[in-house]
């Protein structure tokens, strides 16, 4: 009996320190659980994108400033290069004549004219020299000049590269958890990059018209952040390509958009097509397309599209 208890007494321990699989297993989310974390990715990744495509403008700027000081390095260095050969001759011609084989034949020469033509060329030789090494110099001083800002510029764009880098990481973390998330709930649509899109019959006009005439011609191609087409749009590329057919010149991120809207911002109870809408923040950005309608290009897993003014919910506009 007392053995059968000690192993009655260590099976109950077993089971005891055993892992209830079933009860630590976390529970599969519910669908509107599902919905509302997709909801919180999406705001949070137009936040992301905003800060990504920003970072990528400066690394643009960046490397075309530093495109353009290095080109003038090379051809300064080009300058001095050419320069350097001109002094080398005439330090060639100098110990060749030993500085004019000294003074001695200037005058010890019986023929007085040939003693003025050699005081001439000297006078030219002395000058040539001095114009040439001062060139030489200036030319020089001028290269590490150049040289200097280009070291600087590629240091600059050197860090802007790396932000880059860093919030492309963070970008792509959360497409990946988006995709996750909308494969979960048989949502995820990845679009036609060569989608032909949908002809514009709406009541816009003049630069307005051209603008949605392009966006429609995007519906159907899928959201890729930093996206500008032609396969693929994030919000503000979008807007921004649509606008540029439109005659109209707007900067890359929707919060940038809005700040260039300072002055042309208009009631959202008075929207014409073509201005420019937001919801929730400055994240994201659409066109008003008129009769209750914005084309846009939603979030991770979608395409561009056209979706009711009533379920966008636009808070602000702008009218460019």
């Known amino acids: 009996m007392r053995g059968r208890a000690s192993v009655a007494a260590g099976l109950a321990a077993a089971v005891i320190l055993l892992p209830v699989v079933g009860a630590q297993a976390d529970p599969k989310p519910t669908l509107a659980e599902a919905q509302a974390k997709l909801k919180k990715l999406n705001k949070q990744m137009d936040e992301i994108v905003d800060d990504y495509n920003g970072a990528n403008e400066k690394w643009k700027k960046a490397k075309k400033q530093y495109d353009k000081v290095n080109t003038a390095f090379k051809k300064q260095d080009l300058q001095v290069q050419a320069l350097r050969a001109g002094v080398v001759g005439v330090a060639v011609t100098n110990y060749q004549t030993g500085d004019f084989r000294t003074l001695s034949g200037l005058f010890t020469a019986d023929d007085p004219d040939m003693m003025l033509n050699r005081m001439t060329l000297m006078d030219q030789l002395a000058a040539g020299r001095t114009q040439s090494l001062t060139e030489f110099e200036v030319a020089i001083k001028g290269l590490r000049t150049q040289r200097e800002a280009k070291k600087k510029t590629y240091e600059d764009a050197a860090k ?3 932000e880059l880098v860093k919030k492309k990481k963070k970008a792509d973390r959360m497409v990946a958890e988006q995709v996750k998330l909308l494969r979960e709930l048989g949502a995820y649509n990845p679009g036609n990059t060569n989608s032909t899109g949908q002809i514009y019959t709406g009541p816009a ?10 966006a429609y011609a ?13 396969g693929s749009w994030d919000c503000s590329g979008l807007v921004q390509a649509a606008w540029r057919k439109g005659g109209v010149s707007l900067p890359r991120t929707s919060y940038e958009m809005w ?9 959202v109870n008075a929207l014409e097509p073509g201005d420019l809408v937001w919801h929730s923040g400055f994240g994201h950005v659409g066109i008003y397309a008129g009769n209750g309608k914005v084309v846009h290009s939603p979030q991770t897993g979608d395409v561009v599209k056209v979706t009711p003014v009533g379920e966008y919910n636009p808070d602000k506009a702008v009218r460019p």
């Not at 995007?218 to 032609?230: A, D, E, F, V």
């Not at 700040?259 to 009631?267: L, M, P, Q, Y």
């Open 218 to 230: 995007q519906i159907g191609k899928p959201y890729r952040y930093g996206g500008t087409g032609p």
């Open 259 to 267: 700040a260039w809207g300072a002055n042309r911002r208009v009631s």
């Open 205 to 214: 006009s003049g630069n307005a018209l051209a603008a949605l005439e392009f």
């Open 160 to 162: 802007v590269k790396d």
